[in-house]
C-alpha cells in the first residue's frame, strides 16, 4: 500500500483465497498440487497456511514453492550488487524481467536505493537478500515506512546492476529447482481422505 493505486488483501483473505483454489482442484479430482508464490517472502506465512490446514485435513501431497527462496544459494552466486542491493524491483527481480519481457524494462530509469544503512537489520527472516548475514528475526514495516524506503519509483536495492544473462542464470536455477520439486512430488504416498468443495 505504500505506493498509490495498489490493492491489498488481508492476509485471512489470501489463505481463504488460497484454500478455495486447491479445494478447488481436489474436488475434481487432483492428489498434488504446487502453489508458486512469485511474491517472495511477504506472501507466505498465508500461504503456507493454507497449505498446511488442507494437506492435514485431506492427505493430499500439496507444496509452496517461492521464486525467492528456492534457489537462494543461487541468487547468492549470480548477484553482484553489494549487501542491500536485493530488495524489490531489484537487480535479480529487474534481471528475470530482462530476460523474460526485455521490452517492458527501461534501465534508464533505475535508481539505486540502498536504503537500510544497516543492512544486517533489514527484516531477518523475510529479506530476500542472500548477502545479508541478519538475525532471522520478523519485524515488518509499516505503510509510511515502506513508501520512504521505495520512494516515487517503487523500488528499494539496486536494479542498475540488472542484466538479462543474470536472470536467465535465475530463471533456469528456479526451473530447475521446481522439476526437481515435482519430480518429488510425484514419489510421495499420499492417501487422499475427503475432496472438500470451497462450498463444503
Known amino acids: ?6 490493492v491489498t488483501l488481508r492476509p485471512t483473505t ?3 483465497i488460497v484454500t478455495d483454489i486447491l479445494k478447488s482442484m481436489l474436488y475434481h479430482g487432483f492428489s498434488r498440487a504446487i502453489v508458486v508464490n512469485g511474491h517472495r517472502r511477504a506472501n507466505l506465512p498465508p500461504i503456507e497456511i493454507a497449505v498446511n490446514e488442507l494437506r492435514h485435513q ?5 507444496a509452496v514453492v517461492d521464486v525467492g527462496i528456492v534457489a537462494f544459494d543461487r541468487v547468492a552466486e549470480i548477484r553482484t550488487s553489494p549487501p542491500g542491493g536485493v530488495g524489490h ?10 530476460y523474460m519481457n526485455p521490452d517492458l524494462v527501461h ?27 541478519a538475525p532471522r528475526f520478523y519485524f515488518p514495516k509499516t505503510v ?12 528499494t536495492g539496486d536494479p542498475s546492476a540488472a542484466t ?13 529447482r521446481l522439476v526437481g ?12 481422505r475427503r475432496r472438500p468443495a470451497p462450498f463444503d
Open 164 to 176: 538479462a544473462e543474470k536472470g536467465r542464470a535465475f530463471h533456469e536455477a528456479v526451473v530447475e
Open 58 to 62: 485431506t492427505g493430499a501431497a500439496l
Open 107 to 133: 534501465l534508464e530509469y533505475a535508481e539505486t536505493r540502498m536504503t537500510n544503512p544497516e543492512p544486517q537489520w533489514l527484516t531477518g527472516h523475510h529479506t530476500s537478500d542472500p548477502a545479508v548475514e
Open 89 to 98: 524491483a531489484d537487480e535479480m527481480e529487474t534481471s528475470h524481467a530482462l
Open 1 to 6: 500500500m505504500a505506493l498509490p493505486g495498489t
Open 144 to 155: 509510511e515506512e515502506a513508501r520512504k524506503d521505495a520512494g516515487d519509483a517503487g523500488n
Open 14 to 16: 489470501l489463505t481463504a
Open 181 to 192: 520439486i515435482i519430480d518429488h512430488l510425484k514419489k510421495v504416498p499420499i492417501d487422499v
